[in-house]
């Protein structure tokens, strides 16, 4: 990655309208995160293997400080959730919250003024929240929360901005906690 890094720095050079930021801020908006794919097929998050599951996220914020035209640092803070519902009683019965916090790196191989195209990697920690309700608490004793921490990470193959020289609107192709697919906005200063 670091050779494909250095390649790039010469031909994004090139391609730079002269417009350098060396800060940005996003928010996004993600679908198929690890965590819930994890939570879905193994039930590792779970105590309700075999329950209807709705999950919403990832929601996160990104800050990235620009080293060079090409690499950037910062990191990712992220929500995911689930609510599992039990086919027994069609009630709630677990809550799950995953929070993500994970230092990440951008390669960006191409800079217009109102495109450009990136890929990153982020490793972190994943904390994962699971509260049972009340009812289930009562009718299962062996309900009860609990918290993990594992490891997490994202890796994004291809990312494309478009818009304005400040403010952007941006996808992600990836595999990991941002989700296999991610959109959002950002800002550059």
Known sequence: MVAAALMAATSVNAQSDGYDTKHEVGVFYGVGSASNIVSSISGSFSAAVGDQSSFWGPIGLEYYYHLSPVVAVGGVLEY??????????????????????????????????????????????????????????????????????????????????????????????????????????????
Not at 93 to 101: A, G, I, N
Not at 144 to 156: L, P, V
Request: aromatic share 12%; charged share 25%; glycine share 12%.
């Open 80 to 189: 995911a959730g689930c609510k599992d519902i039990s086919k027994r009683t069609g009630k709630k019965d677990l809550t799950e919250s995953f929070f993500t916090v994970m230092p990440s790196v951008k390669f960006n191989w191409l800079r217009k003024r109102h495109f450009g195209m990136y890929s990153g990697a982020s490793l972190g920690v994943l904390i994962a929240s699971i509260s049972a309700s009340a009812r289930e608490k009562q009718d299962n004793p062996d309900a009860k929360g609990e918290t993990q921490a594992k490891f997490m990470f994202q890796a994004t193959a291809i990312g494309a901005e478009f818009g304005g020289r400040a403010f952007r609107g941006f996808v992600e192709a990836g595999i990991g906690e941002k989700g296999v697919l991610c959109a959002g906005l950002r800002y550059k200063f």
